[in-house]
């Protein structure tokens, strides 16, 4: 059975930085394009960024040059590095391919705020 489970959420500063990790359980990342999204409150979740299963990185243009997708094929593990953070980066934040097969995690909820 997949599971993802999200970690590293918190509350950060305007201009603070944060790193995600989605540990994942059951799928092989090698071989599995994965993505973070995120919802606001309110909102619906929207795509952030992708990583393809060559490693091939997409962002969202609200995020690009701030975010960085990555990933640990030892770990199975994805990882999402937020610098430059914004107010509007407020939301929780979730994994899962790219295709969204998977069952949702719990997320992991990510404040900017001074």
């Known amino acids: 059975q997949v599971q993802l489970v999200e970690s590293g959420g918190g509350l950060v500063q305007p201009g603070g930085s944060l790193r995600l990790s989605c540990a994942a359980s059951g799928i092989p990342l090698r071989w599995t394009p994965m993505a973070w999204y995120r919802q606001a409150p309110g909102k619906e979740r929207d795509l952030v960024a992708q990583i393809s299963s060559y490693g091939t990185t997409t962002y969202a243009d609200s995020v690009r040059g701030r975010f960085t997708i990555s990933r640990d094929i030892g770990k199975n593990t994805v990882y999402l590095q937020m610098n430059s953070l914004k107010p509007e980066d407020t939301a929780v934040y979730y994994c899962?391919?790219?295709?969204?097969?998977?069952?949702w995690g719990q997320g992991t909820q990510v404040t900017v705020s001074s």
């Open positions: 899962n391919s790219a295709s969204q097969t998977f069952k």
